[in-house]
C-alpha cells in the first residue's frame, strides 16, 4: 500500500540579501509514521486546553499514549528524561521548554497567539473568579492593588498600559510565547522532591536563543490560536497517524467555558479594543518587538503548511471563530506563582 507523504520543517540555510527565512524554507516531505513521540510543550493561555480535551479523544481513536504533566518548566536534563522513557507512540503535553538535543523521531509542535490578544487575555484572566480558582484570582488581585500604580488593580487593559507608561513603570509582554521556543536552561535547576523547576521562562527576560531557527529546525507545526479551526485541520494533513478525526472532534466539541467578558469583582468588561496609543508604548519595548517578530513568523510560516498540505479540503466547520476553553484546567499543579501575571514579567 503507498502511504501518502506528509510535510515536517527541515532547516534550510538563511538566504542573504535581504530574502527572509520564512520564504526560504522548503518543506521537505516526510511518511506517517515518521514520529514515534510527539511533544506538545503548550504556551499559556493559546487555547492548550482545548488541544488536551481532543488529544484525549485521539489517543483513543488513533491508539497512542497520552501523558499530560503537571511538573511544569523542567529544566534541560529532567525534561530529556522523561521524554526519552516515555514508549513509543506517545504524545507528551506538558508547560516546558524545547528539548534541543532531541532524536529525530521526537516531534514538538505547538500553538502561539497574537501578543497584543495574548498579553490582554493574560491580564484579565489573572483575577477571574469564574475561569480560574477563586482563591487564586482573589491573590492575583491583592498583588496588583499591593503594586501601587503599576498593578493596575481594577483597570482595564487599554487604560492600564497608559498608567504603567505614565508611571515609568514594565510594559513587558506577561505572556511567554517565544521562551517556550528556547531550550530549558541548565542552570534553572531542578526541585524533584516537589516535581518543580526552580525557575520558569520569566527567569529570563530576554532571548537566549534564535527562536526563529527553533521555528523552522526543531518543530514539525506552530499553529495559530486566531485560526484554531484551520491549525487543527493542518495537523489532521500532516500528521495523520496522530490526528486523523480531529476536525470532525472539534466541530462536534461543546462550547468552551471562557475569561468572562463582565467581572463582577474588579467591574472591568474585558473590552478588546487596544487603542493605537497602546500599541505603540507597547512596542517601545524591545522584547514586545521581538516577540511580535517572532509571531510574524510563526504566522507565516502556518499559512505556507496551510496551503501546502491543502488543509483546506479537511474543515469540518462552517464557522471559524471558534470559542477555546482558556477556563482553569483543573491540574493539580497550577499554582498561583505560574499562573499570576508576575510571574511573566
Known amino acids: ?63 497512542f499514549k497520552l501523558v ?12 530529556a528524561e522523561i521524554i526519552a522513557a516515555l514508549p513509543d507512540r506517545s504524545m507528551y503535553i506538558n508547560h516546558c521548554n ?26 484579565y484572566y489573572g483575577v477571574d473568579p469564574d475561569a ?66 526552580m525557575h520558569t521562562p520569566a527567569s529570563d527576560t530576554k532571548f537566549w536563543c534564535d527562536t526563529t531557527q527553533s521555528l523552522l529546525s526543531k518543530y514539525v507545526f506552530v499553529g495559530l490560536t486566531e485560526q484554531y479551526v484551520r491549525s487543527v485541520a493542518t495537523l489532521e494533513r500532516l500528521l495523520p497517524d496522530w490526528f486523523t478525526g480531529a476536525s470532525e472532534l472539534l466541530a462536534d466539541a461543546t462550547p468552551a467555558k471562557q475569561t468572562h467578558t463582565k467581572n463582577n469583582v474588579t467591574g472591568t468588561y474585558k473590552m478588546g479594543c487596544i487603542s493605537k496609543g497602546a500599541k505603540n508604548l507597547l512596542l517601545a519595548d524591545d522584547v514586545n518587538r521581538a516577540e511580535m517578530d517572532f509571531y510574524d513568523n510563526a504566522e507565516a510560516l502556518f499559512w505556507k503548511q496551510y496551503y501546502d498540505k491543502q488543509a483546506f479540503k479537511q474543515l469540518r466547520m462552517k464557522r471559524f471563530d471558534f470559542d477555546l476553553d482558556d477556563s482553569y484546567d483543573g491540574s493539580s499543579h497550577s499554582s498561583d506563582a505560574f499562573f499570576s501575571d508576575a510571574s511573566f514579567v
Not at 68 to 79: G, H
Not at 100 to 112: C, R, Y
Open 1 to 63: 500500500m503507498m502511504l501518502l507523504a506528509v510535510h515536517v520543517l527541515a532547516l534550510q540555510p538563511q538566504l542573504q540579501n535581504g530574502i527572509d527565512p520564512i520564504s526560504a524554507h522548503v518543506l521537505q516531505p516526510v511518511f506517517p509514521g515518521r514520529y514515534r513521540k510527539l511533544v506538545y510543550n503548550r504556551v499559556p493561555k493559546t487555547g492548550s486546553t482545548t488541544m488536551i480535551k481532543l488529544a484525549q479523544q485521539l489517543a483513543k481513536k488513533n491508539n
Open 68 to 79: 499530560v504533566d503537571n511538573e511544569y518548566f523542567p529544566n534541560a536534563s529532567r525534561l
Open 98 to 123: 524545547l528539548w534541543m538535543d532531541a532524536p529525530d523521531n521526537v516531534g514538538f509542535f505547538n500553538m502561539v497567539r497574537h501578543p497584543f490578544e495574548h498579553d490582554e487575555s493574560w491580564f
Open 132 to 197: 480560574r480558582p477563586p482563591e487564586l484570582a482573589e491573590k492575583e488581585l491583592d498583588k496588583r492593588k499591593a503594586k501601587g500604580a503599576c498593578g493596575c488593580y481594577k483597570l482595564e487593559y487599554d487604560k492600564c498600559v497608559h498608567i504603567r507608561h505614565a508611571n515609568n513603570c514594565s510594559l513587558q509582554f506577561s505572556g511567554a510565547n517565544f521562551r517556550q521556543f528556547c531550550n530549558s536552561p541548565e542552570k534553572w535547576g531542578h526541585d524533584q522532591s516537589k516535581k518543580v523547576s
